[in-house]
């Protein structure tokens, strides 16, 4: 993931709305996966209302991504359905990156200090 990826990833969650974002963090960033069902009680909406809410953010996470990142969608489309892939498959690629990239991080200075 690079510098810009991550830096327009984290800009396009702080754009979400606090439901989006807390369903975006909570079923692709956390571990272990949540269910649709616990995200929706966490909520208090059903289980459908957390899929819903995780579509619609998976899908503007996608298109903020698209805009940050200078690959935005083409005048013209000739075909929808292969641009709305592409925006989802942008958001949810780089949240899986960002997600493996914070398993891997190793303890910061400070923590490793604190044990001293």
Do not use: Y
Not at 52 to 77: D, E, H, I, M, T
């Amino acid at each position: 993931m690079t510098a810009d990826e991550w830096l327009a990833l984290d800009t396009a969650l702080r754009g979400l709305s606090g439901r989006r974002r807390l369903v975006i963090e909570l079923r692709f960033l956390t571990e272990p996966r949540p269910t649709l069902k616990q995200v929706g009680q966490r909520l208090g909406v059903s289980r459908q209302r957390a899929g819903q809410l995780q579509a619609g953010a998976v899908w503007r996470l996608g298109c903020r991504l698209q805009r940050l990142l200078g690959q935005g969608v083409r005048q013209a489309p000739t075909d929808l359905r292969a641009e709305i892939a592409a925006v989802e498959n942008l958001a949810l690629r780089l949240l899986a990156l960002r997600k493996l990239t914070a398993l891997k991080r190793p303890k910061s200075h400070a923590e490793g200090r604190q044990g001293q």
